[in-house]
């Protein structure tokens, strides 16, 4: 059954850090390029960060420096480690395939509050 588990959200104060994982119950996961989503409150979600076969890695402007995506294919997870945190960063969490997206898991709630 094809599945994905998000976890390691919480709250946090500006400037912290968390890290984020997401197991992927799904075949091949080695040859699937993934992503982290985040939907932001009253807002769509959009990709904050991929990470394609290869390991090649690219973010979105608004967390670029200051997160980092990373895999590991044995266990197939992905991982967002999120450093300086903001405001802006609150929301849920999600990861999925780039394309050919899964069923979405529950995601993993951030928020970031003095």
């Known amino acids: 059954q094809v599945q994905l588990v998000e976890s390691g959200g919480g709250l946090v104060q500006p400037g912290e850090s968390l890290s984020l994982s997401c197991v992927v119950s799904?075949?091949?996961?080695?040859?699937?390029?993934m992503a982290w989503y985040r939907q932001a409150p009253g807002k769509q979600r959009e990709v904050v960060a991929k990470?394609?076969?290869?390991?090649?890695?690219n973010y979105a402007d608004s967390v670029k420096g200051r997160f980092t995506i990373s895999r590991d294919n044995d266990k197939n997870t992905v991982s967002l480690r999120m450093n300086s945190l903001k405001p802006e960063d609150t929301g849920v969490y999600y990861c999925?395939?780039?394309?050919?997206?899964?069923?979405w898991g529950q995601g993993t709630q951030v928020t970031v509050s003095s």
């Open positions: 990470i394609f076969s290869g390991g090649t890695s």
């Open positions: 999925n395939r780039l394309a050919n997206l899964l069923d």
């Open positions: 799904v075949p091949f996961f080695n040859m699937q390029s």
